[in-house]
């Protein structure tokens, strides 16, 4: 390439990143500019001209050049802003910041009131780290315009910026006094003390920020979302502070919304209590309607229940009590109140039509109710009944699983055989597979558990197909344990499963326990039971640490005890055991991660 | 697959009835972690044991004692190491012997010190990245421990970004007023009051004069990105002002490029100083001017190969299983060769370019080695991004040019002074 062509090409490619790079600039430019047409009127047009042959000029990188139209400008007209904004950006980009303080102070002294001047003045002195200017040049300011809380504002940002907290809360409370207002700058404030770790403080400030009818909450809120941890260490105080009386039904408001978003759930359903005695008619309903879909969001569902059963006290029209009242059921499954539950299921089936699908989930539910608290029997009665009025419903494979799976918890097999035979889906399948490890057939158990992977998905799909490889370790009575155990988690109950695993094995090898155990410890993490997932991985590594389940259970018991400060070292030890021990374990390689982690040797997140 | 070979070797070395007399540590392709293989050899010494580096052998190899500690740091760390007999050991020198390759003995852990302001992480910085992740301890030292002339406690010390013109790298046409630059402005400042300094600029020239009194009384100074170009233009501005106006309240000298002293410099004579405070650069001694409009797009760059037996020093500097490996910016990337004093050896270059990006020297009783760029595995950097986590790259070449330079002072002093 010849340098000519080189340098073409430079140019070429200088011009177009300059292009790209004031677009957006002469798009702000050029808008300020119409400010500037009206402001200067006569002058207007040629004013605008320059300026626009400024913007060339600098968008080609002639700094100079540029700089010499838009002084000319100001020369011209001192408080021109499109003009004193263009040449900041021009002296900054050439490290000469300094000199726009000249333009600044004429542009001031021809108007005394710009906002504008006086805080481009206040950022510049601050960003060329002169502090005693800045002061005067705010001082100056504040006298120009006392009640105006902008000054306050900027100078306070100027020194939290340089966690100089004390100065910063200085200048704020001097503006509050100023403006003569109690809750003037309680934002700035509360951000203030928020940095500096005044928790206290800052809570009452931004309690004083929401005001007394709660006008400020949307603000407050916006700041503690933007906190590292979501606002989690002062919620708790703002909540107190909001609800400390006389307090408004707007203040309640707030607080009733801090509680949801921050998940707690008692607190919130004693706050939205006192709003809802508060409020009548259509503010009420709507109130309701808000808190029981936030809480539901929230993943709150005694505080939705509450809620919905609200609503559902209210006079509404038939068809949105019918939507409540389905809201109002599944939540009641979740909180336990099956009693209501199934009342609900019952309402809704008679209410809608015969043979319409919303009847049909609703009998579908209280069927899978009936198999849970009424025992197998009338389970086995209800289901018929459904399949008599919906024979091809797509709920018969799940029901008949339910119904299945409660007559294997009820030990009565046969019954349950006849009834799993009658239906098809992967539920019934995986049923039908916890029947076969009953009967101690391992083949069938497995081969029913494969047939239901292939129709099922994700974790569910994963979880099965572990499920079926590790028949391949048991004998029959080692499975006729899993299939106990399989038989009580699809029931429901979590914590019997992994009773029945780890108390359950007397009479096994030694492998088929360890499989057990380690199967038990991963329902027990699935469960939430920590220490019983603890327990039964300390048994493993101790009891049977020759075996194929030591190395995963090695690295999680490490990988919970990390989490603790006072067990790392212990965590440490583990992983070093799985590497140095099991040399030959695919978790090798995590261990090595994980053990890098702790050491410090790459980044924690 | 590599993993299950690794874990057979491993399995089998745990399993090995009898131990062999020594263990290679193989540093081509076969290794797992090319990068934990130093920190291993860095433990073995810091054991008092003695190693040896296979100059050449399958990409730089070492040989450690067989001994079970060692096997045991090796299985922890996840490097692939090979037991060797005494024959076959005989067979490896015997191989060296005849070839382009050669044997140093490594026998002590060097005191290593990292130039970088107190309480920086170490994932802002390469070489303290690669030295936490190969396990290899560092003392951190700033300007106080500079000027206080500790820097003879070390036997290795490593610079990375700093701007030794004392003009915050000229931060300040993107970040004027950012909290964190200030905090550094204002760090810097009271570090110059402290020691009598008027300004930063003066303090990072006396700070550079006691780097360069180091190297030349025996020390070894390993520089990256902006360091390197910054520590030569400190060291030549002798009585003369390169910094802008917003480092020391004065503007730079416009003919500063005519006043610079190259002969008080290391590596580099005849540079433009970029004397605009607008441009984010500092001088025309980098090829790529990653912050200026005239930028240059990144490319690859090789390795030179070097006479192990004759030229054992530049041959550990080059030490890697890949000899041609993918270019990353920094404030400073790559350096004009027009710009190299007469001497300096250029260990890598991007061909067809006029840059290199590698290059060492000696000075005085020390020497220097300087690698352009910020972080191997970060071609396009930028403050802000995530740290590198150097579990994703175990093999990288890149580090491996930095960790070369760690070990490169366990040398036994006879082998590096010829």
Known sequence: MTEEASGRRRRARIRRAAVRGWGMALLALCTALDGVAQDAQGRGGSEIRLLQEAAALEAAGDYAGAERVVRAVLEDRPTSLSAILSLERLLRVQGRLEELIPALQRMLTADQTSTVGHQMLVRTYSALNRLEDMERAAERWMRAMPRLETPYREVARVWQARRQYGRAIQVLERGRERVGRPDALALELGDVYVEEGDLERAVDEWSRAIGPEGRGYTLVKRRLMALPDGGAQLIPGLIESLERPPASVGRLRAATDLAVDAGLEPKAESLAKQVAAQIVGAERHIFLVEIGRRAEGARLPRLAYWAYSELLEMEAPEEQLLTVRSRLASLALAVGDTARARESYQILEKAFAAGSPERREAAAFRIELAAREEGGERALEAFESFRREFPDAPELDRLGAAVGNRLLAEGKLDEAERLLRSVTGPRSSMARGRLALRKGDLQGARSAFLTAAQALSGAEATETIALATMLGRLSSAAGEVLGRASTELANGRAHEAVAVLVGGTQGLSAGERSVLLDHAASLADRAGLAEEAERIRRTIITDYAQFPEAPAALLALARALAGREDRVAEARELLERLILDHPRSALVPQARRELDRLQGRVPSS | ???????????????????????????????????????????????????????????????????????????????????????????????????????????????????????????????????????????????????????????????????????????????????????????????????????????????????????????????????????????????????????????????????????????????????????????????????????????????????????????????????VLSDFYGLTTSFRKDRLKPGVIVLAEEEGTGWTKYIHGKYGEGTWTFLGGHDPEDPQHQIGDPPTDLDMYPNSPGYRLILNNVLFPAAKKKTLKT
């Open chain 2, 1 to 323: 697959m590599r993993f299950l070979l690794v874990s057979l070797l491993v399995t089998a070395l745990a399993t090995a009835p009898a131990q062999s007399q020594y263990l290679l540590v193989p540093m081509d392709d076969a290794q797992t972690n090319h990068l934990k293989a130093y920190g291993l050899t860095y433990w073995t010494l810091q054991q008092g044991l003695t190693a040896e580096w296979l100059l050449n052998y399958r990409s730089g190899s070492f040989l450690l004692p067989d001994r079970p500690e060692v096997r045991r740091e090796a299985a922890l760390r996840g490097v692939a190491v090979e037991p060797a007999s005494a024959g076959q050991v005989a067979e490896i020198r015997a191989t060296i012997e005849e070839s382009n390759m050669e044997s140093i003995i490594l026998e002590k852990a060097p005191k290593i010190a990292v130039y970088t302001p107190p309480n920086s992480p170490p994932w802002d910085d390469a070489v303290t990245l690669a030295l936490v992740y190969a396990g290899i301890p560092y003392d951190k030292v700033w300007d106080e421990e500079v000027l206080q002339g500790r820097l003879r406690e070390y036997e290795w010390l490593h610079l990375h970004h700093e701007d030794f013109t004392g003009q915050y790298s000229k931060f300040y046409i993107n970040y004027a007023g950012a909290p964190w630059l200030q905090e550094e402005v204002e760090r810097n400042e009271a570090v110059a009051r402290q020691f009598g300094y008027p300004n930063t600029p003066e303090l990072k020239k006396a700070v550079a004069e006691e780097i360069r009194r180091y190297v030349a009384q025996g020390g070894f100074l390993f520089a990256m990105c902006t360091a390197t170009e910054t520590l030569e233009l400190a060291l030549a501005a002798v009585g003369v002002d390169i910094a802008a106006p917003f480092a020391d309240g004065t503007p730079a000298d416009p003919d500063a490029s005519s006043k610079m002293q190259w002969d008080r410099t290391m590596a580099f004579e005849g540079a433009d100083v970029q004397v605009n405070p607008g441009v984010n650069a500092f001088s025309d001694i980098d090829g790529h001017q990653v912050n200026t409009p005239w930028r240059q797009p990144l490319g690859a760059f090789t390795l030179f190969e070097f006479s192990a037996k004759f030229d054992p020093v530049p041959s550990m500097l080059v030490q890697n299983h890949q000899n």
